[in-house]
């Protein structure tokens, strides 16, 4: 029994770690120093349907993959933060906050802030400088609000129906 949902689980994340790849890679809209696009919102939605090692690989390995063809320079950078990013929203989803509703609204709210967080700081020492790194912030807000929109819409009428694929 512990086989199969182990192997659920494996072809879940690599179903979704295909999904952010493609999106990340294809959907994209420049900014400066690099570009906007929506795949943390399905990174967030892996998080609610399988537990934590697998969301960590789709995060990381399915944007580092999208950036190694298309910004290489990013996708060390984006393996980390995108590894992050799912860390810090299973933590905060194990909270005791009994609405699970909230609970993943405050999760994804906090966790995307990593990636804003984190690709400024990545364009300020790529790029040499402060104001090099900041240049791109206005694109990562809408980036950030973008996607919490997508996944907000998700969590709400997407995720209970997909709730029986879910493999905690």
Not at 88 to 108: L, P
């Amino acid at each position: 029994m512990k086989t199969d949902i182990k192997i659920k689980r494996i072809c879940v994340a690599a179903v979704f770690t295909a999904l952010v790849f493609i999106i990340t890679r294809f959907i994209q809209i420049p900014i400066p120093l690099g570009y906007f696009n929506i795949g943390n919102s399905i990174i967030l939605l892996a998080c609610l349907l399988i537990p934590m090692p697998y969301g960590v690989a789709v995060g990381s390995l399915g944007s580092a993959l999208a950036d190694l063809t298309s910004f290489p320079v990013y996708a060390l950078p984006t393996l980390i933060i995108k590894a992050l990013m799912p860390m810090v929203f299973y933590a905060i989803y194990r909270s005791k906050i009994k609405n699970e509703h909230v609970k993943g609204m405050i999760a994804a709210a906090i966790s995307t802030l990593i990636p804003l967080v984190g690709y400024t700081a990545t364009g300020m020492i790529l790029y040499g400088g402060f104001y090099a790194g900041l240049a791109q912030a206005p694109g990562l807000i809408i980036e950030y609000a973008a996607n919490l929109i997508i996944y907000f819409i998700f969590q709400t009428l997407v995720y209970p129906r997909l709730r029986n694929l879910r493999t905690r």
